[in-house]
């Protein structure tokens, strides 16, 4: 035996050859168990994961894909939107429309009444070749003095013999007026005047409805031939044109909320079938399950 103590460069050599007073004490267990589980390629995170709740780091989850069909609930509501704009369009067109024909229903005529001599010619000018409302021709009296109750007031009684010629003396009353002593022509605000006919409205038809009411030539001259020697006469066009210019705000907004509504109410009625197609009869979409670890 060789109790010789061991000297540092010994320890050294002993190291060295794979000897030595004891061997270094190997670890027990497995690889696993030191260094930990074989690492796992890291699974791709899609944007669909994160919005579905996924998050790193957590235990395993399950992620449901799918949708739950379409409702009617969206096509109700555009279809409830749709139709209340289009009352509101009717409604704002009609209050319009009203407004206007009151104002039709008072325009004035004093601004746009004369004197006529039956020596003075009414001259007919459609400078827009879009028609003319033509005159109304008026006498003195009472419209709703009827002694005898014919419909004919008393003041057209002594009216006698009355017709429209030309600058040639030609009568041509049948092809430019309709001369008529009636309580059905629209008085508007005229007063102490009879109306007893109305001279080229060529903007008008016919009873018919089918030929304009009367054919007057642009520049003709028209006289009035009667037993009377005055007369008033309201130009009709004139009077007419201006309330248009002046009232084109109020046409334009019940025109425009009349059609509106139209649409309105028709892409309203569009939305409620495709809400009502959906009613009770969507199918719920399907839903796809996902395993992430």
């Given amino acids: 035996m060789n109790n010789s103590p061991t000297t540092p460069w010994g320890s050294v050599m002993n190291a060295a050859n794979g000897s030595g007073p004891e061997d270094v004490a190997q670890p027990s267990g497995s690889q696993e168990s030191i260094t930990g589980p074989t690492p796992v390629i890291q699974q791709q995170i899609t944007p669909e994961m994160v919005a579905g709740g996924y998050q790193i780091g957590t235990p395993p989850q399950t992620l449901m894909v799918g949708d739950e069909g379409k409702g009617p609930k969206v096509p109700m509501i555009i279809a409830a939107i749709f139709v209340g704009i289009g009352l509101l369009g009717f409604v704002i067109g009609g209050v319009s429309g009203a407004a206007f024909e009151e104002a039709v229903t008072n325009l004035s005529t004093e601004d746009y009444t004369f004197e006529l001599d039956t020596s003075d010619p009414l001259v007919y000018n459609d400078a827009d070749g ?164």
Wanted: hydrophobic share 35%.
């Fill in 130 to 293: 879009s028609g003319d409302a033509g005159w109304y021709l008026l006498i003195s009296g009472d419209p709703k003095a009827d002694v005898n109750e014919n419909n004919v007031p008393d003041a057209c009684e002594d009216l006698g013999q009355l017709s429209i010629v030309d600058a040639n003396g030609e009568d041509i009353s049948n092809r430019v007026a309709s001369l008529e002593c009636s309580e059905e022509w629209d008085y508007f605000d005229i007063k102490d005047h009879v109306i007893v006919g109305l001279v080229c409205s060529s903007g008008q038809k016919d009873t018919e409805g089918t030929e304009t009411l009367h054919n007057c030539m642009e520049g003709e001259e028209l006289y009035v031939s009667g037993e009377n020697t005055s007369f008033q006469v309201v130009d009709l066009d004139e009077m007419y044109l201006d309330f248009i210019s002046e009232s084109g705000l109020t046409i334009a907004l019940a025109g425009g909320s009349f059609i509106g509504g139209c649409c309105s109410i028709c892409g309203g009625m569009i939305a409620l079938i495709v809400g009502l197609m959906r009613l009770g009869g969507g199918k719920k979409g399907q839903q796809v399950q996902y395993q992430i670890n």
